[in-house]
């Protein structure tokens, strides 16, 4: 079992910025993609972004959020900026051994999910 291990998340201002970074365990073959989903209390969990040979956001984020993958790597980050109140919720990393998104899950993998709020 692949483990996601996730770091960087915290309290920042509106308007702040945060980089969140995840780190797979696994080591003897490449997620082929890895990405974010957040949830915030009450609200169902929501795609954040995904890289595999090419990114995608959700459309609340496009713009203030950038994703990045170290190659050959199990490492992904999600730079965000011009946070807002809204953004505030759980962070989950996400990867798939085989899927070109995590939007599409084969063999797919959780993180324990890191905590980020914005304040107004």
């Known amino acids: 079992q692949v483990q996601l291990v996730e770091s960087g998340g915290g309290s920042v201002q509106a308007g702040g910025s945060l980089r969140l970074a995840c780190a797979a365990s696994?080591?003897?073959?490449?997620?082929?993609?890895m990405g974010w989903f957040r949830q915030a209390p009450g609200k169902e969990r929501e795609f954040v972004a995904s890289?595999?040979?090419?990114?995608e956001y959700g459309d609340s984020v496009k713009g203030r959020f950038t994703i990045a993958r170290e190659d050959g790597e199990n490492t992904v980050y999600l730079q965000m900026n011009s946070l807002k109140p809204e953004d505030t919720a759980v962070y989950y990393c996400?990867?798939?051994?085989?899927?070109?998104?995590?939007?599409?899950?084969?063999?797919?993998?959780w993180g324990q999910g890191i905590q980020v709020t914005v304040s107004s």
């Open positions: 996400a990867g798939d051994q085989f899927s070109d998104t995590v939007r599409t899950p084969r063999r797919f993998f």
């Open positions: 696994e080591r003897t073959f490449t997620l082929n993609s």
């Open positions: 890289e595999s040979w090419y990114a």
